[in-house]
Structures are given as structure tokens and as C-alpha cells.
């Protein structure tokens, strides 16, 4: 799951509005709305902020290894 997807399904779960999820997450609605909407270039450390409200986090992962 993408993390745009998460984070709008975890906001519903917990019945959080975009503003509710900024002001419990300490980021503006319009990082939330740019959040959920998918925009490709954020600051790590805001998206960090949001996910931590459900017990997430950003982190390294290994790529997939393309076939030669």
C-alpha cells in the first residue's frame, strides 16, 4: 500500500477530518491534503509526524532486484 492510501484509510478508521488529522499531527491541512493526494516530493520528517498518529513510520527497505 502506498502511503497516500494509508494514511486517508487510517484518518477514516479513526473518524479524523483532514484539519483534525493536522492539528493532532502538528502539520498544516495543506501538507495533509498534498499528503493524501499523492504528491510525490514531501519533507520525511512531517510525513514521520503523520504516520507516528498510527503507530508508523517511514524507514529504508530494500528495492526489489531487477531481472537481468
Known sequence: MIV???VRQQRK???LTQRGL???AGVGLRFV???EAGKPSL???KVNLVLD???HRLEPAP???KED
Do not use: K, V, Y
Request: net charge positive.
Open 4 to 6: 497516500s492510501e494509508f
Open 13 to 15: 478508521t479513526h473518524r
Open 22 to 24: 493536522a492539528d493532532r
Open 33 to 35: 491534503r498534498e499528503l
Open 43 to 45: 519533507r520525511m520528517d
Open 53 to 55: 498518529l498510527f503507530g
Open 63 to 65: 528495492a526489489p532486484r
